[in-house]
């Protein structure tokens, strides 16, 4: 079964700074996606970026970028200018793309970071 | 914009009783997921459905189980509710399985058990 690591509970950095999430999970499969979702206090999920296993060049989304290793099997979350509005809980996400397999379809999560943005 | 409404956002129950937990989405999407999340284990997926009637076991069912009677609505049953199962419920939904698409997650249902 596929696992997903997020070492950091909380991370705090001050606005306009940038601030990097980490994460790294476990598989066996090549064909797969990474997700990274935000959830503010209102703990509606918001998808925030997206990654597919076979693109090598990483995922941006204005402020938000990815730092993919597929060998290492790592997978972080760069914030740049960081504004309040960023705080929240990130959650890394797994989900296969392999049919047929355990995983396939769903979504496991890491454990998540909690982030802080000082004003 | 996808919607998915979960109709309880705040539950107390007793323990013994039996909880419904209603989630609808309005996107036609075929699948749909319940998950818990509790403070330093993430989400755990606890059902999913990839079609009406159909369900598979997620990770953590013991103690669950659920009904989609209808493609729009996933229900998440407990049927003899215990302290442990006090925790936030999240639905969510995507329009297929194999694919990158986006899942949609509803709200959450704080559900506590006294």
């Known amino acids: 079964a596929q696992t997903v690591t997020q070492s950091q509970p909380e991370m705090s950095v001050q606005e306009a700074e940038t601030v990097t999430l980490s994460c790294t999970y476990d598989t066996s499969e090549s064909d797969y996606y990474l997700f990274w979702y935000k959830q503010p206090p209102s703990r509606q999920m918001i998808l925030v970026i997206r990654?597919?296993?076979?693109?090598?060049q990483n995922a941006t989304e204005n402020r938000f970028s990815v730092n993919f290793q597929k060998a290492a099997k790592s997978f972080s979350l760069k914030i740049s200018d960081s504004q309040l509005g960023d705080a929240a809980m990130y959650f890394c996400?797994?989900?296969?793309?392999?049919?047929?397999?355990?995983?396939?379809?769903?979504?496991?999560f890491g454990q998540g970071t909690i982030l802080t943005v000082h004003p | 914009d996808v919607k998915v409404t979960q109709s309880s956002r705040y539950l107390v129950k007793r323990t013994g009783e039996k909880v419904f937990l209603e989630c609808v989405q309005d996107m036609d999407h075929e699948n749909m997921f319940w998950y818990r999340q509790d403070p330093g284990l993430g989400l755990r997926l606890i059902y999913f459905?990839?079609?009406?009637?159909?369900?598979e076991k997620g990770d953590i069912p013991e103690g669950y189980s659920v009904s989609r009677e209808k493609k729009e609505r996933f229900s998440l049953i407990l049927e003899s509710a215990s302290t442990n199962q006090t925790s936030m419920y999240l639905c969510a939904s995507s329009l297929s399985l194999g694919s990158g698409n986006t899942i949609y997650f509803g709200e959450g249902s704080w559900l506590t058990v006294v």
């Open positions: 459905s990839y079609d009406v009637k159909m369900k």
């Open positions: 990654q597919e296993a076979y693109k090598q």
């Open positions: 996400a797994y989900r296969s793309a392999s049919a047929g397999g355990t995983s396939y379809g769903k979504l496991t």
